[in-house]
């Protein structure tokens, strides 16, 4: 696993690589427009006074690290925005981010991602399965984490696999809260010493969702707070590449580790179930045009009991109805609409077909067919 030294403005996109130094630095060098997706895992500022200690007066691993600690809201917010701007300038004009916070800063967070001209999509309610409780007693338990997803602006043509997050949910559509357990035993990464190796180390099951959704085989994901790499693992099982930015020593060293053990899946399986809004359109008329469907052919409903010609320039015709394979199936079903593609059908061979096989013929042969 490459871990490179500060970069001072290289000029190729550094691929698969963890980048040492301040992560504002290192993105104004990178080129501009050149990430499909960063995911941020921020310092959470959580401003914590003292130690915590369970019932037992055991002392609890909270996050006190100096990474951390702010002066003020104020530093903190300019922080925030710096970053904010300088992760805008390299994400393509298709591109999205998602970031991660707690109660601490994701309020700050998104005011700064509005501020700085991001357009935001959705909050995510990461409820955690297995929380920490609250040993005080003094407030409820802090049971999840609020991710929020924003496109570059609100022109973005950003990634959304809206059918493959489905196929995740058993087939229903995906919500905005989603139940992951919290990162734990063989997952925790830990030093020699038995001691965790990052105090907010994300669940992997968590970046898998994330990637899944909102990129494809190829794409560039880049993650300015890369901490123990979690997002490197992932994306490289997922056939995507990654950039990590990291300033603490530590952590790059046990990233780096993890990224190289971690094994990519075979690139057969790694393709994600697309929208169906996505596929190429096909006209009805090009397959008149083709001789799949010939002027005069009759078409059926689904259900057998309407019954239109199809007509040489794609239309239809059913006594005095004419009109696209849609408008005719809603007009014979007194429907506002009606899709025309899961609607017909056409007789082959004594069977009754879909005339939606003959679009996906088409859209095959598209698929096939060499670029250029």
């Given at each position: 696993?490459?871990?490179?030294?500060?970069?001072?403005?290289?000029?190729?996109?550094?691929?698969?690589?963890?980048?040492?130094?301040?992560?504002?630095?290192?993105?104004?060098?990178?080129?501009?427009?050149?990430?499909?997706?960063?995911?941020?895992?921020?310092?959470?500022?959580?401003?914590l006074r003292g130690e915590?200690?369970?019932?037992?007066?055991?002392?609890?691993?909270?996050?006190?690290?100096?990474?951390?600690?702010?002066?003020?809201?104020?530093?903190?917010?300019?922080?925030?925005?710096?970053?904010?701007?300088?992760?805008?300038?390299?994400?393509?004009?298709?591109?999205?981010?998602?970031?991660?916070?707690?109660?601490?800063?994701?309020?700050?967070?998104?005011?700064?991602?509005?501020?700085?001209?991001?357009?935001?999509?959705?909050?995510?309610?990461?409820?955690?399965?297995?929380?920490?409780?609250?040993?005080?007693?003094?407030?409820?338990?802090?049971?999840?984490?609020?991710?929020?997803?924003?496109?570059?602006?609100?022109?973005?043509?950003?990634?959304?696999?809206?059918?493959?997050?489905?196929?995740?949910?058993?087939?229903?559509?995906?919500?905005?809260?989603?139940?992951?357990?919290?990162?734990?035993?063989?997952?925790?990464?830990?030093?020699?010493?038995?001691?965790?190796?990052?105090?907010?180390?994300?669940?992997?099951?968590?970046?898998?969702?994330?990637?899944?959704?909102?990129?494809?085989?190829?794409?560039?994901?880049?993650?300015?707070?890369?901490?123990?790499?979690?997002?490197?693992?992932?994306?490289?099982?997922?056939?995507?590449?990654?950039?990590?930015?990291?300033?603490?020593?530590?952590?790059?060293?046990?990233?780096?580790?993890?990224?190289?053990?971690?094994?990519?899946?075979?690139?057969?399986?790694?393709?994600?179930?697309?929208?169906?809004?996505?596929?190429?359109?096909?006209?009805?008329?090009?397959?008149?045009?083709?001789?799949?469907?010939?002027?005069?052919?009759?078409?059926?409903?689904?259900?057998?009991?309407?019954?239109?010609?199809?007509?040489?320039?794609?239309?239809?015709?059913?006594?005095?109805?004419?009109g696209s394979i849609h408008?005719?199936?809603?007009?014979?079903?007194?429907?506002?609409?009606?899709?025309?593609?899961?609607?017909?059908?056409?007789?082959?061979?004594?069977?009754?077909?879909?005339?939606?096989?003959?679009?996906?013929?088409?859209?095959?042969?598209?698929?096939?067919?060499?670029?250029?």
């Amino acid at each position: 696993m490459a871990i490179r030294e500060q970069n001072t403005g290289a000029a190729a996109l550094p691929r698969n690589e963890i980048l040492a130094g301040d992560c504002i630095e290192i993105m104004q060098g990178l080129p501009e427009e050149s990430v499909d997706l960063i995911f941020a895992d921020p310092p959470y500022n959580l401003q914590l006074r003292g130690e915590l200690h369970r019932p037992d007066n055991s002392r609890v691993d909270a996050v006190d690290d100096a990474w951390d600690r702010f002066a003020s809201f104020q530093t903190y917010d300019d922080f925030t925005r710096a970053w904010l701007a300088a992760a805008r300038r390299i994400l393509k004009p298709g591109g999205a981010i998602w970031v991660i916070g707690s109660y601490h800063n994701i309020f700050r967070v998104g005011a700064a991602l509005q501020d700085t001209g991001y357009w935001i999509l959705n909050d995510v309610v990461w409820r955690k399965s297995n929380p920490m409780p609250n040993f005080r007693g003094k407030r409820l338990t802090n049971a999840h984490e609020t991710m929020i997803w924003a496109a570059k602006s609100d022109a973005s043509k950003y990634t959304f696999n809206y059918e493959a997050l489905k196929a995740l949910n058993e087939g229903v559509q995906m919500r905005s809260d989603w139940v992951l357990p919290i990162c734990n035993g063989h997952e925790r990464l830990k030093t020699e010493a038995g001691e965790k190796a990052h105090p907010t180390q994300k669940p992997e099951s968590l970046l898998h969702r994330v990637l899944v959704a909102t990129t494809n085989p190829g794409d560039v994901v880049l993650d300015p707070f890369f901490g123990t790499g979690t997002t490197g693992a992932v994306a490289k099982k997922l056939g995507r590449d990654f950039i990590g930015i990291e300033r603490e020593d530590a952590y790059r060293k046990v990233a780096a580790r993890r990224i190289d053990a971690a094994r990519k899946y075979d690139s057969a399986y790694v393709e994600v179930t697309t929208s169906k809004r996505a596929e190429p359109r096909v006209p009805f008329g090009q397959l008149v045009e083709r001789g799949m469907l010939r002027p005069g052919e009759v078409l059926t409903s689904m259900n057998g009991k309407r019954a239109a010609k199809v007509r040489a320039d794609g239309t239809l015709v059913a006594d005095d109805i004419k009109g696209s394979i849609h408008q005719v199936g809603a007009a014979l079903e007194g429907a506002p609409s009606c899709n025309g593609w899961t609607y017909w059908c056409f007789r082959r061979d004594g069977k009754t077909v879909p005339i939606d096989v003959l679009r996906q013929q088409i859209r095959a042969e598209m698929a096939d067919k060499p670029a250029g």
